[in-house]
T-cell receptor, first 114, second 114 residues
Framework: GAGVSQSPSNKVTEKGKDVELRCDPI?????LYWYRQSLGQGLEFLIY????????KSGLPSDRFSAERTGGSVSTLTIQRTQQEDSAVYLC????????????FGDGTRLSIL | EDKVVQSPLSLVVHEGDTVTLNCSYE??????LLWYKQEKKAPTFLFML????IEKKSGRLSSILDKKELFSILNITATQTGDSAVYLC??????????????FGKGTLLTVNP
């Protein structure tokens, strides 16, 4: 597609429920990234995919967070047993592989935990 | 721990003014510094800087990097109301040639009044 596409754009759910966020990267981009942006905070790195593998999961805040990517394209970020502190905007980015390619972001999913 | 500090946190100017936004950083094994503009949703890529002293320019926007003093500036001349946004600075480490794990500052909120 023309840009990084994320869905849903907004998600409101009750504490304790599981949520799944989707990211469709720019066509041809082999690298994919998830970030979290909380109110008053900078973007926080969560996880990075090169193809279908995730060389660095170090940013995932707890074991309730997981992500996968299939077919070298679409990725899903899953948060289990959501907590109120999970409320944030979750941003996905993609880039071409190779040295120094800039990351291009989607519009994000605004997640609100009641 | 990698660190990016942006200043000022917010700035209000009138159309036609020139502004300078600052970004200082501490990062292990620096590779690149990136500037993004974030209006309502997706951060949009502006510049990527890897070499000291070489100005990058796009229209009324320009940016330069000083790797000795560990900072970058983003200049906007003849500001317009459409320049109102949060400007984000991020640094990427040199990790196996990939730019994946960007560390972001908290951003500068620029408001341009007519």
């Amino acid at each position: 597609g023309a840009g990084v596409s994320q869905s849903p754009s907004n998600k409101v759910t009750e504490k304790g429920k599981d949520v799944e966020l989707r990211c469709d990267p720019i066509s041809g981009h082999t690298a994919l990234y998830w970030y979290r942006q909380s109110l008053g905070q900078g973007l926080e790195f969560l996880i990075y995919f090169q193809g279908n593998s995730a060389p660095d999961k170090s940013g995932l805040p707890s074991d309730r967070f997981s992500a996968e990517r299939t077919g070298g394209s679409v990725s899903t970020l899953t948060i289990q047993r959501t907590q109120q502190e999970d409320s944030a905007v979750y941003l996905c980015a993609s880039s071409l592989a190779g040295q120094g390619e800039p990351q291009h972001f989607g519009d994000g999913t605004r997640l609100s935990i009641l | 721990e990698d660190k990016v500090v942006q200043s000022p946190l917010s700035l209000v100017v009138h159309e036609g003014d020139t502004v300078t936004l600052n970004c200082s950083y501490e990062v292990t094994n620096f590779r690149s510094l990136l500037w993004y503009k974030q209006e309502k949703k997706a951060p949009t890529f502006l510049f990527m800087l890897t070499s000291s002293g070489i100005e990058k320019k796009s229209g009324r926007l320009s940016s330069i990097l000083d790797k000795k003093e560990l900072f970058s500036i983003l200049n906007i001349t003849a500001t317009q109301t459409g320049d109102s946004a949060v400007y984000l600075c991020a640094v990427g480490p040199n990790s196996g040639g990939s730019n994946y794990k960007l560390t972001f500052g908290k951003g500068t909120l620029l408001t341009v009044n007519p």
